[in-house]
């Protein structure tokens, strides 16, 4: 990490509005019951997981976590909140956008902390950033959109359409980047660029949507935080075939997956956030309508030079400089 988003991420740490960790707790003290939902399997929820387990050990805060997943599935979704709303659970940790959706309507009079979702006011899950006056809090993973743009414009320098891929059925976060985003290229004086979005799961599939933007005549292709894009980022490399447009994205694991540059969360950061604010909900259960949410103050630039080479592309020395991660070529075989 660079020395001054490490300095932003350490200040933001230090300024969260957390209370301090609860007491170190006896042999004779229970762990405290947390109830975890989770919509789907998500490497982001996964890893946010990771990173409030990690917050909680070093506190010395002992909880004993009930594990439930949707799969996805509305119905299987149903069934695991009635089991955690009857398994006597001090609180409920939602991960992910959907999963909060849906544990906000199942249990409105129950403590719910949620994590790893990007933008809670334009998902409806809360009326406003601030206090709610409802059970329910969080640690939002939402990454300002003019940071995003800087990171997509430095890698390409040319840009002015922006083609973004999205699907209907997972796409309530990427909707959120969306609105974001076009809100900030509305305001005076920003840059002369538009974003053009194509849906994954319409008329003609992933090849189809690749289609209408490059159509569109797209610069770049922004890949969102939207599962069924972002876990297969080679497919969309296939659909563009000879064309040659660097991928874009604010998912850590799309740019792991093959895009070009990523503008993204530090989930496991994210989730150690999370849990300073799982503390201080476990003290006081009563009071999370009086919290703020909780944002991220900074993202990870990582550059995955094995997509730049493979696509022939040459990225800027003053984005190289920046980068927190670079994703190096393998070695040709006989070097190994």
Known sequence: MRPALLTATLLASVA??????????????????????????SPNDATTLDGVREGLAEAHVAVEF??????????????????????GCDLVLALGTRAT???????PDRPIVFAAVTNPVASD??????PSGVPLCGASNWIDPQGVLDVFRMAVPQLRRLGMLRSRQSGVVSQAELTDMRALLARPGAPAITVHEAFVDGDGGLDGAVKQLLEAGV????????????SDVPAVEHALGERRVPLLTTAASGVRGGALVGAAVDYRLHGRRAAALLQRA?????????????RMQSSLVVVN??????NGFELPLSLLAIAD????????????
Request: proline letters at 12%; glycine letters at 4%; hydrophobic letters at 45%.
């Open 325 to 336: 991660e670079l994703i190096a070529p393998e070695a040709p075989q006989e070097m190994r």
């Open 219 to 230: 610069d770049a292709i922004w890949i969102p935080i939207d599962l069924t894009v972002y």
């Open 66 to 87: 009930v594990e439930r997943q949707a799969d996805a599935d509305p119905e299987r979704a149903a069934r695991c909140l009635a089991e955690l709303r009857g398994a």
């Open 16 to 41: 969260a509005p957390f209370a301090p960790p609860l007491p170190a707790q006896g042999p004779s003290t229970p762990p405290a019951r947390v109830g975890v939902f989770l919509w789907h399997d």
């Open 282 to 294: 476990l003290r006081h259960p009563d009071r999370l309508g009086e919290w703020a949410v909780d």
């Open 125 to 130: 899950i809360l009326p406003a950033w601030g």
């Open 101 to 107: 959706q849906l544990a906000r309507e199942a249990m």
């Open 305 to 310: 030079l094995a997509a730049a080479r493979r």
